[in-house]
């Protein structure tokens, strides 16, 4: 079912879409990038796992289910699903590869289980991270995968199987591989939100200078999306990015420098069992020229938004202090490594709420 309506950004025919994996980082601000331009949005997630939807005062639709456990039938008004759901994080996976690998796989046969023999299209979401690590490579889309993490064969397995749903099948899809994120809602176990909250709570930052990285906006990251969205070409991939390196040292001091503290940069060494790679950079010149489409926030103002949205969102990310206090040499850091400790915080703030 199409909406015949005409949003802000010119399109004569929004679409309604199923936005898996809604209730995360991503998924919260691409829900409020795309309500903001008239498309209806479903959300469909486990629960309101990290209280992102409570914190952003969410009023639409949510789907309760754990893709790849439960059941799982597609709404039948449903013209795209957006695919996010996974386990994200490269550390992670790491620890947890047998979890990432199942998971990740069987959310999405689940999502093309359901639409097979409808006219609902997928675009999946997939990661810089199935690229290698040969270091000075900036990777266009025709390189051949080679991930060097568990999550990055997830991914890679994902867009296989997608590939093999539509000879099969006929399932229109779309792929997009994107850089490493920043904004609003993202956890701090990630490096830029981490930094921030370590810095504004007066904690050493930790950081290794070894690592390069193409930072985008979520922002940005939702306007190429939602170009995909309205594109004719199927069964296309793209790289989302900004095409630009930058260190994580100069990601800290950027950090330092926006809030008014001292620089204080401590190198980190990589963690036991992991391949350590320098630049991990992809070009992003298909999507600029099939789709014209192009990043619009630098990385100093999308710092110093990130920066503003952590300082007054102090209730939602203090709930992760444990996360973000904690050194990155053992997996403490990452906070799906502890959620039931997270759950019972969250239920003793919303108990102290009630009451």
């Known amino acids: 079912m199409s909406i015949k309506l005409l949003n802000k950004g010119g399109y004569s ?7 898996t994996g809604g209730a995360g980082f991503l998924g919260i601000n691409l829900y409020n990038f795309l309500k903001s331009k008239g498309y209806q949005v479903v959300l469909l997630d486990i629960e309101d796992r990290m209280r992102r939807l409570r914190n952003s005062k969410f009023d639409g639709e949510l789907i309760k289910c754990n893709l790849g456990v439960d059941p799982f039938v597609c709404p039948k008004d449903i013209d795209v699903v957006i695919h996010l759901a996974a386990w994200p994080h490269v550390d992670y996976s790491y620890y947890e590869p047998k979890r990432t690998l199942k998971n990740n796989i069987n959310s999405l046969i689940d999502i093309l289980e359901s639409i097979k023999n409808t006219d609902t299209s997928v675009i999946l979401a997939s990661s810089v991270e199935v690229y290698s690590s040969d270091h000075e490579m900036e990777f266009t889309e025709e390189y051949i995968p080679k991930p060097v993490s568990p999550y990055g064969i997830s991914k890679t397995s994902c867009e296989s199987i997608l590939e093999n749903y539509n000879r099969c099948y006929g399932i229109p899809y779309k792929i997009f591989r994107l850089t490493n994120l920043f904004g609003a809602y993202q956890l701090p176990d ?8 370590r810095f504004l709570n007066d904690l050493p ?28 070409k199927y069964s296309e991939l793209y790289n989302i990015s900004t095409g630009v390196n930058t260190s994580i040292v100069d990601i800290a001091k950027l950090i330092s420098e926006t809030i008014g503290y001292g620089e204080v940069v401590v190198n980190e060494k990589s ?5 350590r790679y320098n630049k991990l950079m992809i070009n992003n010149k298909k999507i600029i020229t099939d789709l014209n489409w192009e990043p619009k926030i630098s990385l100093p103002e999308g710092i110093k938004k990130t920066i503003d949205w952590y300082s007054t969102n102090s209730e939602w990310y203090k709930q992760f202090e444990k ?17 039931q400790i997270i759950k019972n915080i969250i239920r003793d703030i919303d108990e102290e709420l009630i009451r």
Do not use: H, M
């Open 271 to 275: 963690l036991a069992g992991k391949q």
């Open 205 to 232: 930052i930790e950081v290794d200078d070894s690592y390069w990285r193409d930072f985008l906006y979520v922002d940005d990251a939702c306007s190429a999306i939602e170009k995909l969205i309205n594109s004719s």
């Open 13 to 19: 025919n929004l679409k309604k879409i199923l936005i």
């Open 190 to 197: 990630r490096i830029i939100p981490r930094t921030i909250s």
């Open 323 to 339: 996360s973000y206090s904690s050194s990155r040499k053992n997996k403490n850091f990452i906070i799906d490594c502890y959620y």
